[in-house]
């Protein structure tokens, strides 16, 4: 089955800074990743998604990468700022989306 | 157009009572996801509908949780004899399709019932 880890349950950056958010999955069939955000009290958010025939992918601020070699996938936020303060999941797509454990992203001012 | 959306928004009930939460999805998504989330974890899934079936139930705790979607629209997942450690925030999402037919199937969320057991 699906299995997928975070390398860190809470990152702290100050603002203005880049922060990057790993997650790493072990089915090497999966076509599909998704990144949401989940700000307190509220259900998660899309941020951003990748296929599998794609290693990067940019949107606003946001940046996704995905290294199929090592089965691994980041998000990279550049300028963080107060507001990207939340939980980040990872998700991957196979016959379903599985969900990754959630990292929180605190952002000192 | 509307997002999901989901009610109660909070239910405290006592231990043992039965409780039903609702979730009206996006319209036209033919699939529906219930989850459950305890304080600061991650996503628990707990079943998924195709239409008006639940190919995969395999998530849900107990006997005591069960679920159905009428229409292929509403669903609503019942607890009964409800229990202290059933208390945590239940989300609902919707997707155009569960699968990648070639396709995004990213799903959307509501805000959640947050269900307290005293």
């Known amino acids: 089955g699906e299995s997928v880890g975070l390398h860190l349950p809470t990152l702290s950056v100050q603002e203005g800074d880049n922060s990057i958010i790993n997650c790493a999955y072990s089915n090497s069939a999966s076509d599909y990743f998704i990144w949401y955000k989940q700000e307190s009290g509220k259900g998660p958010q899309f941020i951003i998604d990748i296929r599998s025939n794609m290693d990067k992918r940019q949107g606003q601020r946001v940046t996704v990468l995905l290294n199929k070699t090592v089965k691994h996938l980041s998000l990279q936020i550049a300028a963080t700022q107060p507001g990207d303060s939340a939980v980040y999941f990872c998700?991957?797509?196979?016959?379903?989306?599985?969900f990754g454990g959630g990292t929180r992203l605190m952002v000192k001012p | 157009g509307a997002g999901v959306s989901q009610s109660p928004s909070n239910k405290v009930t006592e231990k043992g009572k039965d409780v039903e939460l609702r979730c009206d999805p996006i319209s036209g998504h033919t699939a529906l996801y219930w989850y459950r989330q305890s304080l600061g974890q991650g996503l628990e899934f707990l079943i998924y509908f195709q239409g008006n079936s639940a190919p995969d139930k395999s998530g849900l705790p107990s006997d005591r949780f069960s679920a159905e979607r009428t229409g292929g629209s509403v669903s609503t997942l019942t607890i009964q004899r409800t229990q202290q450690e059933d208390s945590a925030v239940y989300l609902c999402?919707?997707?155009?399709?569960?699968?990648?037919?070639?396709?995004?199937?990213?799903?959307?969320f509501g805000p959640g019932t947050r269900l307290t057991v005293t």
């Open positions: 999402a919707s997707s155009l399709s569960p699968s990648p037919t070639g396709g995004r199937y990213e799903q959307y």
């Open positions: 998700a991957i797509g196979g016959n379903m989306l599985t």
